[in-house]
């Protein structure tokens, strides 16, 4: 049968992509005609989404027999599980506001990314191994966080601007209170860099030699956020900065992370 037996699990995939795009829709339509309120349908179209994205995961999983982040495909998919994951843990002040409808273009932006590129490719025999298994999972929830952080600073600066403008909007009147998305954003950084601290300490436990391109790449973002974070607790930068920071740096984790996933696994 193959590795590509899989093929009819997209549809899980379809189906959950789907859901995120109505979600987005339906806040679109919302805030146009003048009436969005915080509503369940858009928490739960996030839910439902994650859920058929899990059983993707879950069936993948068996049809690989491992974790399922072996090749480019499965860790975008991972990614944005990851991202609507932190999503849905994050509270209800932020998951009945207008978070959902910044969350969910990115989520679908990468979900189809995954399904149209033609990266699903079989990556080779795949060797179990817990703690490898542990620092590659840890490190995607860890780019969850980062993106959510991301999500937050958009928020953030789009508030600040609505606030500087004088010009009041349905849009400003369903956002959380800007002092809420600051402490949030620092708080998905802080989250996120500890996590990936995590994924790092496995990797080493796990003992298998590393490409160094790899390491300096996943060191640069370790560093990057790490300093982040720093810069936001001492001070050093406004909070404007940080929000529009961590936007930039988790675009540039993203643009990276094809890289770093070639580097991680064997190649023939």
Not at 52 to 72: A, D, M
Not at 103 to 125: F, H, W
Not at 159 to 180: G, M
Request: with cysteine.
């Amino acid at each position: 049968m193959g590795y590509f037996c899989g093929f009819m699990e997209r549809y899980w995939l379809v189906a959950a992509l789907i859901c995120f795009l109505l979600s987005l829709g339906y806040t679109l339509f919302a805030l146009g005609a003048g009436r969005f309120r915080p509503a369940r349908f858009n928490v739960g179209m996030m839910l439902t989404g994650f859920v058929l994205q899990s059983v993707f995961l879950v069936k993948r999983g068996e049809l690989v027999g491992s974790c399922p982040i072996t090749n480019l495909f499965e860790v975008l998919v991972f990614l944005s599980w990851s991202i609507v994951l932190i999503y849905l843990l994050v509270g209800p002040a932020y998951r009945l506001s207008l978070m959902g409808a910044f969350t969910a273009p990115l989520v679908a932006t990468i979900l189809l990314a995954a399904l149209l590129a033609p990266i699903d490719q079989p990556s080779g025999v795949v060797i179990p191994n817990p703690w490898v298994e542990m620092h590659a999972s840890l490190s995607l929830i860890a780019y969850g966080a980062f993106g959510l952080a991301a999500i937050s600073g958009c928020m953030y600066l789009v508030q600040e601007r609505q606030l500087k403008s004088k010009k009041a909007s349905e849009l400003l009147y369903n956002l959380p209170p800007i002092t809420d998305l600051s402490m949030a954003n620092g708080r998905l950084l802080l989250t996120g860099f500890v996590l990936l601290t995590i994924a790092f300490a496995c990797g080493m436990v796990a003992g298998l030699p590393v490409d160094s391109l790899k390491f300096g790449a996943s060191a640069m973002i370790w560093v990057l956020y790490g300093g982040l974070w720093a810069a936001r607790r001492q001070y050093w930068l406004a909070p404007s900065r940080v929000a529009a920071c961590s936007v930039a740096v988790f675009l540039l984790a993203l643009v990276t992370l094809p890289g770093i996933q070639f580097l991680s696994v064997p190649h023939p």
